[in-house]
Protein backbone atom coordinates (compact mmCIF):
# COMPACT_ATOMS: atom_id res chain seq x y z
CA UNK A 1 0.00 0.00 0.00
CA UNK A 2 1.50 3.52 -1.07
CA UNK A 3 2.14 6.20 1.89
CA UNK A 4 1.31 9.10 1.86
CA UNK A 5 4.85 10.67 1.80
CA UNK A 6 5.34 8.40 -1.49
CA UNK A 7 2.78 9.81 -2.81
CA UNK A 8 5.45 12.69 -3.64
CA UNK A 9 8.00 10.47 -5.28
CA UNK A 10 11.35 10.02 -4.68
CA UNK A 11 15.25 11.65 -5.14
CA UNK A 12 18.86 10.24 -4.00
CA UNK A 13 20.10 12.06 -0.46
CA UNK A 14 24.21 10.67 -0.84
CA UNK A 15 23.72 6.92 -1.04
CA UNK A 16 19.95 7.08 0.12
CA UNK A 17 16.55 7.77 -1.44
CA UNK A 18 13.87 9.72 0.43
CA UNK A 19 10.54 10.51 -0.14
CA UNK A 20 10.33 14.48 -1.43
CA UNK A 21 8.02 15.62 1.47
CA UNK A 22 10.28 14.85 4.82
CA UNK A 23 9.42 16.55 8.35
CA UNK A 24 11.31 19.23 10.05
CA UNK A 25 11.60 19.17 13.52
CA UNK A 26 12.45 22.41 14.55
CA UNK A 27 9.49 23.41 16.16
CA UNK A 28 9.17 20.51 18.74
CA UNK A 29 11.05 22.88 21.36
CA UNK A 30 9.69 25.03 22.73
CA UNK A 31 8.57 28.32 22.52
CA UNK A 32 11.68 30.16 20.30
CA UNK A 33 13.22 26.95 20.03
CA UNK A 34 13.83 26.87 23.32
CA UNK A 35 13.21 24.80 25.66
CA UNK A 36 10.49 21.85 26.14
CA UNK A 37 7.69 21.23 24.03
CA UNK A 38 4.10 22.38 25.63
CA UNK A 39 3.14 18.70 25.23
CA UNK A 40 5.81 16.13 25.03
CA UNK A 41 3.43 13.42 24.58
CA UNK A 42 2.20 14.71 21.34
CA UNK A 43 5.65 16.13 20.01
CA UNK A 44 6.40 12.14 20.38
CA UNK A 45 3.02 11.35 18.54
CA UNK A 46 4.11 13.78 15.60
CA UNK A 47 7.04 11.90 14.44
CA UNK A 48 5.81 8.16 15.28
CA UNK A 49 2.65 9.17 12.64
CA UNK A 50 5.11 11.07 10.19
CA UNK A 51 7.05 7.78 10.00
CA UNK A 52 3.53 5.99 9.51
CA UNK A 53 2.43 8.07 6.94
CA UNK A 54 5.88 7.31 5.16
CA UNK A 55 8.66 9.93 5.89
CA UNK A 56 11.85 8.81 5.52
CA UNK A 57 13.32 12.13 6.24
CA UNK A 58 13.77 14.00 9.36
CA UNK A 59 15.63 17.80 9.17
CA UNK A 60 16.88 18.49 12.73
CA UNK A 61 20.00 20.48 14.97
CA UNK A 62 21.19 19.95 18.40
CA UNK A 63 20.85 23.34 18.17
CA UNK A 64 16.76 23.35 18.72
CA UNK A 65 16.26 23.48 22.04
CA UNK A 66 19.17 22.97 22.23
CA UNK A 67 19.18 19.41 22.88
CA UNK A 68 15.31 18.95 23.44
CA UNK A 69 14.29 18.08 20.13
CA UNK A 70 16.74 15.33 19.55
CA UNK A 71 15.94 14.21 22.18
CA UNK A 72 12.31 13.97 21.73
CA UNK A 73 13.45 11.82 18.38
CA UNK A 74 14.93 9.47 20.32
CA UNK A 75 12.34 9.13 22.52
CA UNK A 76 10.17 8.31 19.51
CA UNK A 77 11.78 6.73 17.14
CA UNK A 78 14.60 5.00 18.23
CA UNK A 79 16.07 2.42 17.25
CA UNK A 80 15.56 3.77 13.94
CA UNK A 81 14.18 2.36 11.13
CA UNK A 82 16.57 0.92 8.44
CA UNK A 83 15.10 3.40 5.58
CA UNK A 84 15.29 6.64 7.92
CA UNK A 85 17.26 9.53 7.02
CA UNK A 86 18.45 12.39 10.30
CA UNK A 87 19.89 15.20 9.11
CA UNK A 88 21.26 17.60 11.47
CA UNK A 89 23.12 21.26 11.34
CA UNK A 90 26.15 22.85 12.51
CA UNK A 91 27.17 25.98 12.51
CA UNK A 92 25.65 28.05 15.78
CA UNK A 93 24.84 27.81 19.19
CA UNK A 94 22.18 29.08 21.43
CA UNK A 95 22.49 31.31 24.24
CA UNK A 96 20.16 31.37 27.27
CA UNK A 97 18.54 34.60 25.82
CA UNK A 98 17.63 32.65 22.66
CA UNK A 99 20.24 34.17 20.43
CA UNK A 100 22.09 32.24 17.38
CA UNK A 101 25.50 33.10 17.81
CA UNK A 102 27.49 30.99 15.24
CA UNK A 103 30.03 28.44 16.45
CA UNK A 104 32.23 27.77 13.16
CA UNK A 105 35.65 26.91 14.80
CA UNK A 106 36.73 23.42 14.31
CA UNK A 107 36.72 22.81 17.68
CA UNK A 108 32.81 23.98 18.23
CA UNK A 109 32.02 21.90 15.08
CA UNK A 110 33.53 18.57 16.43
CA UNK A 111 31.54 19.28 19.71
CA UNK A 112 28.28 19.85 17.77
CA UNK A 113 28.82 16.97 15.81
CA UNK A 114 29.25 14.87 19.01
CA UNK A 115 26.41 16.36 20.55
CA UNK A 116 24.15 15.37 17.40
CA UNK A 117 25.46 11.72 18.10
CA UNK A 118 24.60 11.24 22.04
CA UNK A 119 21.20 13.22 21.58
CA UNK A 120 20.03 10.77 18.51
CA UNK A 121 21.72 7.85 20.22
CA UNK A 122 24.09 7.20 16.91
CA UNK A 123 27.31 5.99 16.08
CA UNK A 124 27.53 8.16 12.70
CA UNK A 125 25.05 11.14 11.36
CA UNK A 126 24.05 10.64 8.02
CA UNK A 127 24.02 13.68 6.62
CA UNK A 128 25.70 16.99 8.78
CA UNK A 129 24.76 20.68 7.01
CA UNK A 130 27.37 23.74 7.92
CA UNK A 131 24.83 26.30 8.47
CA UNK A 132 26.24 29.66 7.83
CA UNK A 133 25.47 32.87 9.42
CA UNK A 134 22.90 34.87 7.98
CA UNK A 135 19.25 35.48 8.67
CA UNK A 136 17.49 33.94 5.42
CA UNK A 137 20.08 35.37 3.32
CA UNK A 138 23.44 34.71 3.06
CA UNK A 139 26.81 36.52 3.73
CA UNK A 140 29.86 36.14 1.09
CA UNK A 141 32.31 34.77 3.18
CA UNK A 142 34.62 31.91 2.54
CA UNK A 143 33.31 28.47 4.54
CA UNK A 144 36.73 26.42 3.65
CA UNK A 145 37.92 26.31 7.12
CA UNK A 146 35.02 24.91 8.69
CA UNK A 147 34.06 22.54 5.72
CA UNK A 148 37.08 21.34 5.86
CA UNK A 149 36.58 20.70 9.55
CA UNK A 150 33.26 19.00 8.81
CA UNK A 151 35.25 16.79 6.32
CA UNK A 152 38.03 15.33 8.43
CA UNK A 153 35.20 14.18 10.54
CA UNK A 154 33.33 12.64 7.58
CA UNK A 155 36.97 10.87 6.91
CA UNK A 156 36.71 9.58 10.92
CA UNK A 157 34.11 7.89 10.28
CA UNK A 158 31.41 10.45 11.95
CA UNK A 159 29.67 11.75 9.43
CA UNK A 160 28.29 9.47 6.06
CA UNK A 161 27.50 12.84 4.03
CA UNK A 162 28.06 16.49 3.92
CA UNK A 163 25.43 19.45 3.41
CA UNK A 164 25.46 23.27 3.00
CA UNK A 165 22.96 25.93 4.41
CA UNK A 166 22.27 29.48 3.59
CA UNK A 167 25.03 29.54 1.19
CA UNK A 168 25.82 31.48 -2.02
CA UNK A 169 26.20 29.67 -5.46
CA UNK A 170 30.33 30.34 -4.66
CA UNK A 171 29.97 29.13 -1.37
CA UNK A 172 28.32 26.34 -2.68
CA UNK A 173 30.98 26.06 -5.21
CA UNK A 174 33.59 26.33 -2.78
CA UNK A 175 32.07 23.57 -0.41
CA UNK A 176 32.02 20.96 -3.50
CA UNK A 177 36.20 21.73 -4.44
CA UNK A 178 36.74 20.36 -0.67
CA UNK A 179 34.26 17.29 -0.37
CA UNK A 180 31.18 16.30 -1.66
CA UNK A 181 27.99 18.33 -1.41
CA UNK A 182 24.52 15.59 -1.68
CA UNK A 183 22.40 18.60 -0.55
CA UNK A 184 21.89 22.57 0.12
CA UNK A 185 19.43 24.09 2.06
CA UNK A 186 18.52 27.53 1.32
CA UNK A 187 15.75 29.95 1.65
CA UNK A 188 13.28 29.43 -1.45
CA UNK A 189 9.68 29.82 -2.19
CA UNK A 190 6.61 30.70 -4.77
CA UNK A 191 8.12 34.18 -4.32
CA UNK A 192 11.26 34.29 -3.13
CA UNK A 193 13.30 33.21 -6.26
CA UNK A 194 16.56 34.30 -6.23
CA UNK A 195 17.81 30.57 -5.95
CA UNK A 196 16.10 29.67 -9.31
CA UNK A 197 19.76 29.42 -11.42
CA UNK A 198 21.11 27.09 -8.51
CA UNK A 199 17.79 24.68 -8.52
CA UNK A 200 18.28 24.09 -11.88
CA UNK A 201 22.39 23.69 -11.57
CA UNK A 202 21.86 21.38 -8.59
CA UNK A 203 19.16 19.27 -10.51
CA UNK A 204 21.56 18.47 -13.76
CA UNK A 205 23.69 17.37 -10.37
CA UNK A 206 21.87 15.24 -9.06
CA UNK A 207 21.88 17.47 -5.97
CA UNK A 208 19.19 17.98 -3.67
CA UNK A 209 17.92 21.52 -2.65
CA UNK A 210 15.73 22.12 0.42
CA UNK A 211 14.13 24.86 0.79
CA UNK A 212 13.34 26.80 4.12
CA UNK A 213 10.53 29.53 4.81
CA UNK A 214 8.34 27.87 1.83
CA UNK A 215 5.52 30.26 2.98
CA UNK A 216 7.98 33.43 4.09
CA UNK A 217 7.89 36.68 2.93
CA UNK A 218 5.20 37.27 0.93
CA UNK A 219 3.55 40.87 0.79
CA UNK A 220 0.27 40.82 1.86
CA UNK A 221 -1.04 41.30 -2.10
CA UNK A 222 0.82 38.42 -2.61
CA UNK A 223 -0.79 36.34 0.40
CA UNK A 224 -4.42 37.26 -1.04
CA UNK A 225 -3.53 36.06 -4.24
CA UNK A 226 -2.27 32.53 -2.55
CA UNK A 227 -5.81 32.78 -0.80
CA UNK A 228 -7.19 33.08 -3.59
CA UNK A 229 -5.74 30.16 -5.84
CA UNK A 230 -6.10 28.05 -2.60
CA UNK A 231 -9.68 28.67 -2.35
CA UNK A 232 -10.65 28.16 -5.66
CA UNK A 233 -9.06 24.71 -5.37
CA UNK A 234 -10.27 24.31 -2.09
CA UNK A 235 -7.50 23.43 0.07
CA UNK A 236 -4.59 26.11 2.06
CA UNK A 237 -2.31 28.33 0.64
CA UNK A 238 0.12 26.35 2.46
CA UNK A 239 -0.70 22.96 0.93
CA UNK A 240 -0.59 24.97 -2.37
CA UNK A 241 3.10 26.42 -1.54
CA UNK A 242 4.25 23.39 -1.12
CA UNK A 243 2.42 21.59 -4.20
CA UNK A 244 3.91 24.45 -6.45
CA UNK A 245 7.63 23.42 -5.03
CA UNK A 246 7.05 19.91 -5.49
CA UNK A 247 6.53 20.76 -9.47
CA UNK A 248 9.08 23.20 -9.60
CA UNK A 249 11.68 20.78 -9.82
CA UNK A 250 12.41 17.41 -9.32
CA UNK A 251 15.91 17.44 -6.91
CA UNK A 252 13.12 20.24 -4.42
CA UNK A 253 12.88 17.75 -0.68
CA UNK A 254 10.46 19.75 1.19
CA UNK A 255 10.44 19.92 4.94
CA UNK A 256 7.37 21.27 5.98
CA UNK A 257 7.12 21.61 10.57
CA UNK A 258 4.83 21.17 12.72
CA UNK A 259 3.42 20.22 16.34
CA UNK A 260 0.42 19.30 15.29
CA UNK A 261 -0.53 15.55 13.88
CA UNK A 262 -3.80 16.82 12.22
CA UNK A 263 -1.14 19.27 10.66
CA UNK A 264 1.27 16.61 9.96
CA UNK A 265 -1.12 15.51 7.40
CA UNK A 266 -2.55 18.00 6.15
CA UNK A 267 1.22 19.16 4.95
CA UNK A 268 1.47 15.15 3.43
CA UNK A 269 -1.70 15.75 0.90
CA UNK A 270 0.37 18.69 -0.96
CA UNK A 271 2.15 15.77 -2.15
CA UNK A 272 -0.93 14.61 -3.98
CA UNK A 273 -2.01 17.98 -4.93
CA UNK A 274 -1.43 17.87 -8.58
CA UNK A 275 -1.23 21.49 -10.03
CA UNK A 276 -2.16 21.82 -13.84
CA UNK A 277 -0.57 24.36 -16.18
CA UNK A 278 -2.94 27.02 -15.71
CA UNK A 279 -2.90 27.24 -11.87
CA UNK A 280 0.93 26.82 -11.98
CA UNK A 281 1.14 29.96 -14.34
CA UNK A 282 -1.15 31.68 -12.29
CA UNK A 283 1.34 31.11 -8.98
CA UNK A 284 4.35 31.94 -10.92
CA UNK A 285 2.50 35.61 -11.66
CA UNK A 286 2.90 35.79 -8.10
CA UNK A 287 6.01 35.51 -7.69
CA UNK A 288 7.11 37.79 -10.24
CA UNK A 289 8.21 35.01 -12.57
CA UNK A 290 5.45 35.30 -15.23
CA UNK A 291 7.39 31.76 -17.09
CA UNK A 292 7.25 28.41 -15.69
CA UNK A 293 10.82 26.32 -15.15
CA UNK A 294 10.06 24.57 -18.33
CA UNK A 295 9.56 27.91 -20.71
CA UNK A 296 13.31 28.51 -19.99
Not at 127 to 135: D, E, I, M, W
Given at each position: ???????????????????????????????N?????R????????????????V???????Y????V??E??????????????????????????????????????R????????H???????????????????V?R??????E????????????????????????????????????????????????????????????????????G???????????????L????M??????????????????????????????????????????????????T???????
Amino acid sequence: MTTTAEKSGQFALGDRTVHRIGYGAMRLSGPNIMGPPRDRDEAVAVLRRAVELGVNHIDTSDYYGPHVTNEVIREALHPYPDDLTIVTKVGARRTPEGEWPEALSPGELRSAVQDNLDHLGLDVLDVVNLRLPGFAEPVERSLAEPFEALAELQQQGLIRHLGVSNVTTQQFAEAQSIARVVCVQNHYNLVHRDDDPLVDALALEGIAYVPFFPLGGFTPLQSAALETVAGRLETTPMEIALAWLLARSPNLLLIPGTSSSAHLEQNLESAARVLGPVELRELDRIGGTGTLPDDR
